[in-house]
């Protein structure tokens, strides 16, 4: 096992023994179990890769408890001091995720905080790591503050790897919700490539680069998938970007329409966009045909022609009275003015 494969895996250990301490704090017996079996799923992942919390002025609540063996600061803060984590992976909400569980939380109020770091400029105030969709749902429920629960991370990329780790642990992050991170994180320099983006998520480059392929769609695709993104995984979402290269935008999203309504596979995909490609019209080859031109026995240039009209003319002549000649007698054939030079 490699150091990379050593890490993931401590960091996943350190989600699930955090996790069960939450729940053992915060038992839900009394509550309907659907949903709190699906905010617990949600929101039940804080982790390590912490050190000691940092100390934070709290409006009105501060608790500490032990999760993993480590002391953690649990605060209570206005919602709109909780920013949003700039190095998210979740992209994509569903509003209908949100409704549910604003639902829940009017009835039930908050069972589980969000993991958080202290906020580096603004004192009082953290950024989130996870809990986006606990924070809109809070403001959908009509609440004011938010239950954060304090961590430390040493950089921007861990605080990636961490809210990574949680949504991959949960299985509801999409592709695209990784597409457009990586895009973002790329794009600004936080990685410089498709192998960073592997080292960061143990994933391999090969499932780096198709992930990618996502944000290479029409902006209509990509808003189709934001609609349906459950129905778009990685294999699915390639198959599209590899159709979207010959075909043009309003047969691609009638396509991607299938995709969601009859649950096309991707070999079912693979298969079609084959046939597509078979039946296409090739490219006749062009046949070209080339004349040397010589001076005695040494080459000085060439002419060579296509069947599609295109003629190469080039030669080398060191006289220059023949040189004259020759550009004389090719103006004269082509209509050729002489321009001042500039």
Do not use: C
């Not at 934070?56 to 501060?62: G, L, Q, T, W």
């Not at 999760?67 to 569903?94: E, F, G």
């Not at 990784?178 to 480059?205: I, Q």
Request: hydrophobic content about 40%; proline content about 5%; aromatic content about 6%.
């Amino acid at each position: 096992m490699n150091a990379k494969t050593d890490r993931k895996a401590l960091l996943r250990s350190s989600i699930k023994s955090e996790a069960v301490s939450v729940e053992k704090r915060f038992p839900a017996a009394d509550v309907n179990k659907r949903y709190a079996n699906a905010e617990d799923a949600l929101e039940g992942r804080p982790q390590g890769l912490v050190g000691p919390a940092h100390d934070i002025v709290a409006p009105d609540f501060r608790a500490e408890i032990k999760l993993s063996n480590k002391q953690r600061t649990v605060l209570r803060v206005a919602i709109d001091h909780a920013h949003d984590n700039p190095m998210n992976a979740r992209q994509i909400y569903d509003g209908e995720v949100i409704k549910s569980m604003a639902a829940s939380i009017a009835t039930r109020g908050q069972l589980v905080p969000a993991p958080a770091v202290s906020h580096p400029t603004l004192p009082g105030q953290v950024i989130l790591i996870d809990g986006h969709y606990r924070k809109r749902a809070l403001l959908a429920a009509g609440k004011t503050e938010i239950e954060v629960i304090i961590h430390e991370v040493s950089s921007e990329l861990d605080m990636y790897r961490m809210s990574y780790l949680i949504n991959e642990e949960r299985n509801s992050q999409s592709p695209l919700d990784n597409a457009l991170a990586w895009g973002k994180m790329l794009e600004d320099g936080k990685v410089l490539d498709g192998e960073g983006v592997a080292e960061l998520t143990g994933l391999s480059p090969s499932a780096i680069a198709k992930t990618l392929s996502f944000i290479k769609l029409p902006e209509a695709a990509i808003a189709r998938i934001r609609e349906n993104p459950a129905k778009f995984g990685v294999a699915i979402g390639y198959e599209v970007y590899r159709f979207s290269k010959f075909m043009e935008e309003r047969p691609l999203l009638s396509l991607m329409e299938r995709i969601v309504n009859e649950d096309l596979s991707s070999r079912a995909l693979e298969q079609m966009r084959a046939k597509l490609e078979e039946s296409k019209p090739r490219k006749k080859k062009e046949v070209s045909r080339q004349y040397k031109i010589t001076s005695g026995i040494t080459q000085i240039g060439f002419i060579k022609e296509w069947d599609s009209g295109k003629v190469v003319f080039e030669v080398n002549m060191v006289n220059h009275q023949e040189r004259e000649v020759l550009v004389e007698e090719l103006k004269r054939r082509f209509n050729l003015i002489d321009t001042p030079a500039n």
